[in-house]
């Protein structure tokens, strides 16, 4: 089945979805729909519109929309009561929001307990409270910009307190990628009643990095130079292989201190992107020359058990390159003697 929209009008002549309907678990949002007179800009995501069920009345009469023979969007008949199906909550796995998009209402996509990846536009994002509650398996946000653009990546990463990985792809070429890791918040009160707010882990001080709404990439790399002993080192050793893998304005000291971290937990990233099947990003991390003989061994060993023939020939060909010259045997003659 075809995707299926339900959306109100808005009352500057933009668009609220209120629903979504069809067999795939990769949706690919509109970036207009059709009303009276021309398309509406997709501006709003409802209220629980991509939840597993919708709670609440939607912001005025619901039109429904289907794309024709054409593959235009074309208005339907809108019946309350027809058997379709949503794509919505646990279905979901990938979401690709329009760049019209200004305002995710609260709890969006609550319950999405199956997405993994959401594609953004540039431009500013509002997101309400709760948009992304128990969305356990999201650890990726794709973003249609560069990184110098304003965008809705900080109001993104403040609703997710998991491991998150911005990838930064305008016009579908990786240019940059940062890893957000997570953090825990603890709530204390102390005798006199006051409430004190302290956060575990690196993740919370990573997600202040913004300034209305671009990415401060100079303080971003100097919160890996303040330590990180709270937090997982495989993630962090991903976190530096981003930055070198895609040197967005990356700084020759801080390249450093990623290459001498990654040097030490190079073993643990190559094993993590052969599990991953990763194996342009295996190759890339080979390609930086910080993994030595151990830690390439290592990595064959890990290539061995999971049985990726191609991956076991990244890490041998690593390994080749990395060994000393052999010196090179005389030959004789019977002119020597």
């Known amino acids: 089945m075809e995707n299926i929209f339900d959306y109100t009008l808005l009352p500057d002549g933009a668009a609220a979805l209120v629903r979504a309907y069809g067999d795939s678990p990769l949706l690919s949002l ?46 339907l008949p809108y019946d309350p009561a027809a058997d379709l199906h949503p794509a919505a909550g646990r279905f979901l796995e990938e979401v690709a929001l329009p760049d019209a998009l200004r305002q995710m209402d609260s709890c969006a996509f609550y319950n999405c307990r199956a997405l993994r990846r959401l594609t953004v536009g540039a431009g500013p994002l509002t997101v309400g409270s709760d948009v992304f509650l128990n969305c356990f398996a999201l650890t990726e946000v794709v973003l249609r910009a560069r990184p110098d653009a304003a965008t809705g990546l900080y109001a993104i990463v403040s609703n997710i307190a998991g491991n998150l990985r911005a990838v930064f792809a305008p016009a579908g070429q990786v240019c940059a990628a940062f890893r957000y890791p997570e953090y825990w918040e603890d709530i204390e009160e102390t005798p006199a009643h006051i409430l004190l707010h302290t956060f575990s882990g690196q993740g919370y001080h990573y997600r202040q990095c913004f300034r209305d709404g671009r990415l401060l990439w100079d303080e971003y ?16 050793a991903l976190l530096g292989f981003d930055r070198l893998r895609f040197p967005w304005q990356l700084s020759e000291g801080a390249a450093a ?22 194996r342009e990003g ?6 930086l020359g910080v993994l030595d003989g151990p830690a390439l061994r290592a990595a064959a060993a890990a290539a061995q058990r999971a049985g990726d023939a191609p991956a076991a020939a990244l890490v041998a060909e690593a390994e080749r390159r990395a060994a000393p010259p052999r010196p090179k045997r005389r030959r004789y003659t019977f002119d020597d003697f």
């Open 282 to 287: 295996l190759k890339a991390l080979l390609g």
């Open 221 to 236: 790399d100097a919160v890996f130079a303040q330590g990180h002993g709270g937090d997982d080192p495989l993630y962090m």
């Open 30 to 75: 509109p970036e207009a729909l059709p009303a009276p007179g021309g398309m509406a800009p997709l501006r709003v995501l409802g209220a629980y519109c991509l939840a597993e069920t919708v709670r609440g009345a939607p912001r005025g009469p619901v039109l429904r929309c289907g794309r024709a023979g054409d593959g235009a969007l074309c208005p």
């Open 257 to 278: 201190r990623y290459r001498a971290f990654l040097a030490q937990q190079g073993a643990k990233a190559a094993a993590a992107l052969i599990r991953a099947e990763d």
